[in-house]
């Protein structure tokens, strides 16, 4: 909504109806997007009455869109984004924080911490402690070496 009476004025004392030339270049535009190369660009511009010089056509070039077989995936899809608490879980143990600790954080439980850990981190599965560790032992083996 406008504040300003008189911009509203003026946007309606705006005339609606193109030009001509920007209605044929409008037209170009998304033919070219239409088309499959530019042979078939062209021929599609010549049906229209649309110009079809050179220049036209090379300035049509770039909307032309990517032709051939789209990329195949090779590797199995990505696992989603972590949320905000996984993220947060997996930054406290990567900063060797316990997993009580890492739990009443975020509040996660055991199973959940544990899974996270495992996909998440790379980590080997460990059955949930019942007591706090603060150790090295707690986080991933292959972290640790790679501290030292």
Known sequence: MFTDWTEALEAESLPLDPNPAQQLAAAARVTARS???KDDMALLLDVLGLPTDTDTLTALLPLIPETGDAP???NTPAAPAPS???AVAISMHNNGDSEQAIREATGL???ELSDLIVNQ????ARPPTSRPS????S???SRARSRS
């Open 35 to 37: 088309s499959r190369d």
């Open 109 to 111: 439980s055991d199973t």
């Open 134 to 137: 603060t150790s090295r032992s």
């Open 139 to 141: 986080r991933c083996p």
């Open 121 to 124: 981190a790379g980590c080997p």
């Open 84 to 86: 905000a608490f996984e």
């Open 72 to 74: 195949t995936m090779t």
